[in-house]
């Protein structure tokens, strides 16, 4: 199974909130890529959330971008450590 990788956070936070697999970061210089577990099913959400059609409770979207964004700032200050 291939995995579903987006540097776009909305589309990331949208695919934590409905409850895909988060997999973890890879930084590719400055930006970070967020990688889900089954891209099928994420490329059909993703379809979805760009024709209007996905729906998402608006706590958890707003839950999901704060912890998305956790993920990124603790990988950077993991990054400034290790020198």
């Known amino acids: 199974m291939e995995n579903y990788l987006t540097k776009d956070l ?5 695919l934590y909130a409905k409850g895909r697999e ?3 970061l890879n930084k590719s210089g400055r930006s970070y890529w967020f990688i889900f577990r089954d891209n ?6 993703v379809s979805e959330y760009w024709q209007g059609k996905v729906t998402v409770d608006a ?5 999901a971008i704060r912890t998305l964004k956790n993920f ?3 990988e950077s200050e993991k990054e400034k450590m290790s020198f």
């Open 10 to 14: 909305y589309i990331s936070s949208m």
């Open 22 to 24: 988060f997999i973890g």
């Open 40 to 45: 099928t099913t994420c490329e059909k959400l």
């Open 59 to 63: 706590l958890s979207f707003v839950e």
């Open 72 to 74: 990124i700032f603790s």
